[in-house]
């Protein structure tokens, strides 16, 4: 059983749309990281997302901290091939001392 | 400022046999995380290395082994390798064992028949 659920495990779109991708746990997590990884890479932090709440931006690509810090998403919009790759959520639980991370979400954004 | 880079790329092993992986850490950080990735899943935490010492371990046997050297760089060693091994092996190095953010290399891609 994964520690952190990713949803969907694949996406397929088309360039243009919007979409968004769900990252739960029913553990509490002291920050909640996602990273992007393309094929033959290693993943690439994208953001750290530390207080419950929180929202962060990074051109258009949004993330949100569930107040209970327990969940996480990223909607990005109107999509890009460029987009295409891994999308992985990986946390810190209080206390710990690894970073964990889910099973990720494949993104394809189709021209 | 030099990332995090690892070798070989590619290895190709017989189920019985050991490897070494190695990994240069990333200018100024003192901590490295090694992590076994199998084909379409998320990366799987073996185990972590701070200052020279074993920081934690994740769920895996003591066949894999590893080394951090005073310069921060790090081994991994798998030994009596199995057909599940085969997977991306991925070095990751941060700041501090805090929570601070994991700087990846491009990995190892292990192959065993």
């Known amino acids: 059983t994964q520690l952190l659920e990713q949803s969907p495990q694949f996406l397929s779109i088309q360039e243009g749309e919007n979409l968004t991708v769900y990252c739960n746990s029913s553990s509490v997590f002291s920050s909640l990281q996602w990273y992007r990884q393309e094929p033959g890479e290693g993943p690439v932090l994208l953001v750290t997302?530390?207080?419950?709440?929180e929202v962060k931006k990074l051109k258009r690509l949004t993330f949100q901290f569930g107040d209970a810090r327990k969940d996480s998403s990223l909607h990005i919009t109107a999509a890009q091939p460029g987009d295409t790759g891994l999308y992985l959520c990986a946390g810190a639980r209080t206390g710990g001392f690894k970073t964990i991370f889910g099973a990720g979400t494949r993104l394809f954004v189709k021209a | 400022e030099t990332g995090v880079t690892q070798s070989p790329t590619h290895l190709i092993k017989t189920r019985g046999q050991q490897v070494t992986l190695r990994c240069s850490s990333q200018?100024?950080?003192?901590?490295v995380s090694w992590y076994q990735q199998a084909l379409g899943q998320g990366p799987q935490f073996i185990f972590q290395y701070y200052r020279e010492e074993e920081n934690g371990r994740g769920n895996f046997p003591p066949r894999f082994s590893g080394l951090q050297f005073p310069n921060y760089s790090s081994e991994l060693n798998v030994n009596a390798l199995e057909l599940d091994d085969s997977a991306l092996y991925l070095c990751?190095?941060?700041?501090?064992?805090?929570?601070?953010?994991?700087?990846f290399g491009n990995g190892t891609r292990l192959t065993v028949t």
């Open positions: 997302v530390v207080t419950g709440g």
């Open positions: 200018s100024g950080h003192n901590t």
């Open positions: 990751a190095s941060s700041l501090d064992r805090s929570y601070s953010p994991l700087h």
